[in-house]
Every structure is written in C-alpha cells, then in structure tokens.
C-alpha cells in the first residue's frame, strides 16, 4: 500500500538551531514529492517539487533533498517566522492522486 | 492572479442540511481537486476531475458529491450533512502542461455540522 510517514510529529527549536525533517515513502514509483509549508487556519503553500533521487532544492533558509525512499527538510538557522506544519506529499505514477503525510509541526523559539 | 480561491470561508450547520462548497481557480489548470483535513489524518482526497464535465472518486467520496460544470470552478455539496462530515475543506488545483504538476491549494472552508 502507498504510503508516507513524516517524523517527527512536532519539533521545537531554539532560533538559530537548525535541523531536519523527515518524509520516507513507500510507493510503486514516484512521479514527484512535494513540500508545502502550512500555517494555522490556512491552506498548505507549495515549497518545492523533487523529481528524482539526488536532486536539492533550495529556498531561502530551507533545502529538500530526496534519495530513493525519503525526503529531508532541512531547515538552517530557523526564526520564529519558520514556525509552521510542513506537509510532504508523493504523486505516484498512473494516477491523478497525491498522497500526504500528517506532517511535522514545526515552532521555533526566538 | 488570485490562484484558488473557496467560499465560503467558515459555516455551521445542522445535521440534515446540505450546502454546497464553491471553489474556483484562475490559473487555467485542467485538474482540480477537493481534499478534507482532519487532526491525524493528514489531508485524504474525496473527488477530482481531470477535466471540465468529467469527476471522479477519490479516497473518502461518500456523503458527498461534486460537479464541474466550468473548467474554473469546481464544485463541493453535501446533500444530508452529519456530524463526522466536520472538517476542513480545501480546493487545489494543478496541470500538467509544462511538466510540474504541483497542486495549488486555496485558503479552505471550515465546516461544523452540530
């Protein structure tokens, strides 16, 4: 069964202290993985799309890696302002569906 | 461009009403989806449509139906609501022209059926 698992559920950290996040998925192929940022009483924002295993985006403070079975999120020298859910998300081949994660909840302390 | 946009934004309803859930996008995307988010349950998908006149199931479609009569709009209704429908609705949109087919969400629509 097609599925993704983030870890950790919620994570604290102090401002400046940067970390990762994780997103492990298990599908019969991977057309994309996705990332999106989500803050409370609003819709997810897209961050960014990997295609293929060995490929980084970059964003500001933030870079996705992928690798055959999971995704990071790495988050350097975070502020207050990254305090968010961050969502991961696959699109597995042959289909129109994406399936998600629950997430990871992410505050930073200033 | 607005991107996605839904209406409305909060409503409370008694068990047995039905309304509808109006979601639009201005991105000229071909796909269109309707998803409900719940605490632990990350966001599971209820129809789709790959195109304008055409929907289907997605993986929680029961107690709901849906309609896209436009290609920017996409409709959500619940004809006989139930206390388990309480949610978060949010629209998303996406296409495949020019290879990314990122989905695009709207702001959502915070629905409690008492």
């Known amino acids: 069964e097609d599925q993704v698992t983030q870890s950790p559920e919620a994570l604290r950290l102090q401002e400046g202290e940067s970390s990762s996040l994780n997103c492990s998925y298990t599908?019969?192929?991977?057309?994309?993985l996705f990332w999106y940022r989500q803050d409370p009483g609003k819709g997810p924002e897209f961050l960014f799309t990997?295609?293929?295993a060995g490929e980084e985006k970059e964003k500001e403070r933030l870079k996705a890696t992928l690798t055959k079975k999971e995704s990071f999120l790495h988050i350097t020298a975070p502020k207050p302002e990254d305090s968010a859910t961050y969502l991961c998300?696959?699109?597995?081949?042959?289909?129109?569906?994406?399936?998600f994660g629950t997430g990871t909840r992410l505050k930073v302390l200033a | 461009n607005a991107g996605v946009t839904q209406t409305p934004k909060f409503r409370v309803l008694k068990t047995g009403q039905s309304m509808t859930l109006l979601c639009a996008q201005d991105?000229?995307?071909?796909?269109m989806y309707w998803y409900r988010q719940d605490p632990g349950m990350g966001l599971r998908l209820i129809h789709y449509?790959?195109?304008?006149?055409?929907?289907a199931k997605g993986e929680v479609p029961d107690g709901y139906n849906v309609s896209r009569l436009k290609k920017q709009n996409f409709l959500l209704g619940l004809e006989s609501a139930a206390p388990s429908q309480t949610s978060v609705y949010f629209c998303?949109?996406?296409?495949?022209?020019?290879?990314?087919?990122?989905?695009?969400f709207g702001p959502g629509t915070r629905l409690t059926v008492l």
């Open positions: 998303a949109s996406s296409t495949i022209a020019g290879g990314p087919d990122t989905q695009y």
């Open positions: 599908v019969s192929g991977l057309r994309g």
């Open positions: 990997l295609y293929s």
């Open positions: 998300a696959v699109h597995p081949p042959g289909t129109y569906k994406y399936i």
């Open positions: 991105m000229n995307h071909e796909y």
């Open positions: 449509s790959v195109g304008e006149g055409t929907t």
